[in-house]
């Protein structure tokens, strides 16, 4: 019903920038938080950055100062500027989004997609 498709990873040397997008298409009455989680090898998923649809942000502490998300509305796509990427900022990057479907637009239930993962590996 609704797909989070992700660009942009890749791999960068310490120091570099990446931007990664995520663009939600599908049956899509409407799109609350967006955001971006990240899952290193052996560790647990974490929220990176979140942003809501009226765009406030909000980050994890290791990456304030670094990481900007945005969205576009209109586009239906929330992007994640990140600079002065550090080894430790090696993982697999999974975009979210909380949507209410056309099909739940009556009673408004929420649910939450995510994105196949996108893959940033930084070099040090």
């Known amino acids: 019903q609704v797909q989070l498709v992700e660009s942009g990873g890749g791999l960068v040397q310490a120091g570099g920038s990446l931007r990664l997008s995520c663009a939600a298409s599908g049956s899509i009455f409407s799109i609350g938080d967006m955001g971006w989680h990240r899952q290193a090898p052996g560790k647990q998923r974490e929220l990176v950055a979140s942003i809501t649809s009226g765009g406030r942000t909000n980050y994890a502490d290791s990456v304030k100062g670094r990481f900007t998300i945005s969205r576009d509305n209109a586009k239906k796509t929330v992007y994640l500027q990140m600079n002065s990427l550090k080894f430790e900022d090696t993982a697999v990057y999974y975009c979210?989004?909380?949507?209410?479907?056309?099909?739940?637009?009556?009673?408004?239930?929420?649910?939450?997609?995510w994105g196949q993962g996108t893959q940033v590996t930084v070099s040090s």
């Open positions: 979210y989004a909380l949507v209410v479907t056309a099909g739940q637009a009556m009673g408004g239930a929420i649910t939450n997609w």
